[in-house]
């Protein structure tokens, strides 16, 4: 199965770009090394979606080289359906690095992140569910697409990219994810049937 690089924008679509380049690199690509060269990308380049398109393929590399992150996760609460491992975050580094696990028959909040964000797929399959909010009221959201997401696949969001996230079939699904500086004063969730919007 070919793995796809795909960018959802803050109007629902989702587009895939770029070349993948599955090869490991010649020499190890660790994790000092991406979050120095992240760095680098977020100084140089303010547009979300240009930034993403430039960092995930620093993600696929990383991914491919230094292996031992694809088995960094914890198995999914039995309360929650889901599990967060945090690999890296540190005080006043706008970054933050998980691996996230979704139980079979779970499914996350109709949520924005209100920062730009990146996922990539370890392990099973998820539904990835688009909205777009209105121009002019971000509690205000209407259907805007689906995506399904498989192993070695990357999606990538810009800040208001609203979406739901659900595993698909028998196995949890295992990410890897990034996300910059959450800005908490435009994070909204919305209700599953009515959509009414709450601050996340």
């Given at each position: 199965?070919?793995?796809?690089?795909?960018?959802?924008?803050?109007?629902?679509?989702?587009?895939?770009?770029?070349?993948?380049?599955?090869?490991?690199?010649?020499?190890t690509y660790r994790l000092y090394r991406f979050l120095t060269e992240l760095e680098d990308i977020l100084e140089q380049e303010?547009?979300?979606?240009?930034?993403?398109?430039?960092?995930?393929?620093?993600?696929?590399?990383?991914?491919?080289?230094?292996?031992?992150?694809?088995?960094?996760?914890?198995?999914?609460?039995?309360?929650?359906?889901?599990?967060?491992?945090?690999?890296y975050r540190e005080h006043e580094y706008p970054i933050t690095v998980q691996m996230v696990v979704w139980a079979p028959g779970?499914?996350?909040?109709?949520?924005?992140?209100?920062t730009w964000g990146i996922v990539a797929m370890i392990g099973g399959q998820e539904k990835n569910t688009f909205w777009r909010?209105?121009?002019?009221?971000?509690?205000?959201?209407?259907?805007?697409?689906?995506?399904?997401?498989?192993?070695?696949?990357?999606?990538?969001?810009?800040?208001?990219?609203?979406?739901?996230?659900?595993?698909?079939?028998?196995?949890?699904?295992?990410?890897?994810?990034?996300?910059?500086?959450?800005?908490?004063?435009?994070?909204?969730?919305?209700?599953?049937?009515?959509?009414?919007?709450?601050?996340?």
């Amino acid at each position: 199965m070919d793995n796809y690089n795909w960018l959802v924008t803050d109007d629902g679509q989702c587009k895939s770009f770029g070349t993948i380049d599955n090869d490991p690199p010649e020499r190890t690509y660790r994790l000092y090394r991406f979050l120095t060269e992240l760095e680098d990308i977020l100084e140089q380049e303010p547009d979300d979606a240009l930034r993403v398109q430039a960092i995930i393929p620093l993600v696929r590399k990383l991914l491919i080289s230094s292996y031992w992150l694809q088995m960094e996760h914890n198995p999914p609460s039995e309360k929650t359906g889901w599990s967060v491992k945090f690999l890296y975050r540190e005080h006043e580094y706008p970054i933050t690095v998980q691996m996230v696990v979704w139980a079979p028959g779970s499914e996350s909040k109709i949520h924005n992140h209100a920062t730009w964000g990146i996922v990539a797929m370890i392990g099973g399959q998820e539904k990835n569910t688009f909205w777009r909010q209105s121009e002019s009221d971000p509690t205000i959201i209407e259907p805007a697409g689906e995506k399904m997401l498989y192993p070695g696949d990357i999606i990538g969001f810009t800040s208001n990219a609203v979406h739901k996230v659900e595993p698909i079939g028998d196995e949890p699904t295992i990410s890897f994810n990034l996300y910059g500086l959450t800005d908490y004063s435009t994070r909204y969730k919305y209700e599953p049937g009515t959509l009414l919007a709450s601050k996340f």
